[in-house]
């Protein structure tokens, strides 16, 4: 079992006895946005609140998976200079201080790809970064990347959606290793598709099909931001994925605000 999977488990192993968390959060942050150290500090506030992981987004200038407000806060950051190499080794410092909590590095291949593929995973093992998100590289050209990832005991994160065919729906759940990305809509990152009804007899058959296929831990995102939707995952998924509505938040009424939010979907931080 990968590092990222045993302590998903043990996570929830914990929860499962002490009827703590039902589900494990995981809250997104624009690395550099508004600025470097206000991205820094507000992901320090999100640990320091319980949050089980930070989903950290490496800015790029077409981040095509992600809906308007990430896309601003990714041009707004890239005002700024910015380097992979330094946000690694700031999230791994920040991470030393948060031992209850896991950092994973969401980008796209342009920028990790200039980097390189085998020094990013080899670097991010070195500041305790356990999973690497780049939702444009298909699995079928990753040959390289996933073995810089085995050889650095480093997770890659799959992606699936509602509309990913079943057979590649199959066999990327049986390929997952960390957990798998199982994205809640098809579209970007963003308005819930989910307002105004309670039916999710979709999403649990879709939940269901990759639990059969999955050999790794569940994660679900895009469109989260209500109570009744990460209650309605609970017993289906192991982590819920909060983005934009967190972010919205944050740039309504800043650190206060997001927590807020935090504390209404996930009651037990």
């Known amino acids: 079992m990968s590092q ?9 192993s914990a929860q499962q006895a002490g009827q703590e968390k039902p589900i494990l959060s995981m809250t997104h942050v624009v690395y550099g946005y508004p600025s470097v150290q206000e991205s820094l500090d507000w992901m320090a506030r999100l640990m320091e609140e319980g949050v089980d992981f930070i989903e950290v987004q490496f800015p790029f ?97 799959w992606l699936v959606t509602p509309v990913t065919p079943s057979e590649r729906l199959e066999m ?5 290793s960390g957990f798998l990305y199982c994205v809640a809509r098809s579209g970007v990152t963003g308005h819930s598709s989910h307002e105004g009804t309670s039916n999710l007899t979709p ?34 998924a192991d982590v819920a994925i909060l983005g934009s509505a967190l972010l919205d938040a944050y740039n309504q009424g800043g650190q206060d605000a997001g927590i807020a939010l935090l504390r209404d979907l996930f009651p037990t931080h």
Request: proline content about 6%.
């Open 4 to 12: 990222l999977a045993a302590f998903i488990h043990e996570k929830k």
């Open 61 to 157: 200038s077409d981040p095509v998976a992600d809906g308007p407000s990430i896309v601003a806060a990714c041009h707004k950051a890239l005002e700024q200079t910015l380097d992979v190499d330094t946000c690694l080794t700031q999230l791994g410092e920040l991470a030393k201080g948060f031992p209850e909590s896991r950092i994973v590095l969401m980008s796209y291949l342009n920028p990790m790809y200039r980097f390189g593929l085998d020094k990013l995973a080899k670097r991010a093992a070195e500041e305790n970064i356990l999973g690497l998100i780049l939702p444009d590289l298909p699995i079928e050209q990753s040959t390289d990347y996933i073995a810089a990832c085995q050889a650095n005991n480093i997770d890659p994160i």
């Open 172 to 176: 990327l759940a049986s390929k997952a």
């Open 203 to 236: 999403m649990d058959e879709y939940l269901a099909h990759i639990k059969a296929h999955a050999n790794a831990p569940i994660g679900v995102g895009f469109g989260l931001r209500e109570r009744r939707q990460i209650e309605g995952l609970i017993g289906k």
